[in-house]
């Protein structure tokens, strides 16, 4: 079966610093891609997706994702954080099925 | 844009009570699933559905108990709660794989934060 590990339960930066949150998953083929977002009090929101071609990937709110391979890792990226990005960050992998595995989640703390 | 409406934000019902959460999609979709989340636990999965009248278990189904009836509707019953079902609980659909822009990304509704004393 699939898992998700997102290594980081905190990650603090200061506003303007850049980000990166890890991601990384097992699984025998390449599947499906994810990070969500989940602001206080709400439901997840999409912030970009994987599925083939080009490794890199752009997503909503200037964030974006590379996907490596040989590291099986999917690392979320923002080059200078706001202190509206504070939120819980979640990482999803979905096997060539619909049904995704969750990792559980990186809360990300914003230092004005 | 997609939209998950849940039928409540916050609920407080006594243990032992039958509780109905109601989600409903407005995009055709044809999965969807039910979770709950927990402080350090991230989003474990409850149920999920394929299609109307059908449903699968998911991780953690043990006390509750689904129902689709509709396309847009998926219902999650607790059917008698106890004060570890305290929790957030979160809805979300998809569109399958094969359809225009289908890659299995979910939509979520706002979720429901559930408090049984």
């Known amino acids: 079966a699939q898992s998700v590990t997102q290594p980081d339960i905190h990650i603090t930066v200061s506003e303007g610093a850049s980000l990166e949150l890890r991601c990384n998953y097992s699984?025998?083929?390449?599947?499906?891609l994810f990070w969500y977002v989940q602001s206080p009090g709400q439901g997840l929101q999409l912030l970009l997706k994987?599925?083939?071609?080009?490794?890199l990937v752009q997503g909503i709110k200037g964030f974006e994702a590379e996907f490596k391979r040989s590291q099986s890792s999917f690392n979320l990226r923002k080059p200078s954080v706001h202190w509206s990005d504070a939120a819980e960050y979640f990482c999803a992998v979905a096997p060539g099925s619909y049904i995704p595995t969750f990792g559980r989640g990186t809360s990300l703390i914003v230092h004005p | 844009d997609v939209k998950v409406t849940q039928s409540s934000r916050y609920l407080v019902k006594r243990t032992g009570e039958k509780v109905f959460l109601e989600c409903v999609q407005d995009?055709?979709?044809?999965?969807m699933f039910w979770y709950r989340q927990d402080p350090g636990l991230g989003l474990r999965l409850i149920y999920f559905s394929y299609d109307v009248k059908m449903k699968e278990k998911g991780d953690i189904p043990e006390g509750y108990s689904v129902s689709r009836e509709k396309k847009e509707r998926f219902s999650l019953i607790l059917e008698s709660a106890s004060t570890n079902q305290t929790s957030m609980y979160l809805c979300?659909?998809?569109?399958?794989?094969?359809?225009?822009?289908?890659?299995?990304?979910?939509?979520f509704g706002p979720g429901t934060r559930l408090t049984v004393t």
């Open positions: 699984y025998g083929a390449t599947p499906y």
């Open positions: 979300a659909s998809s569109s399958p794989r094969g359809e225009a822009g289908g890659t299995y990304e979910q939509y």
């Open positions: 994987y599925f083939s071609g080009d490794t």
């Open positions: 995009m055709d979709h044809e999965n």
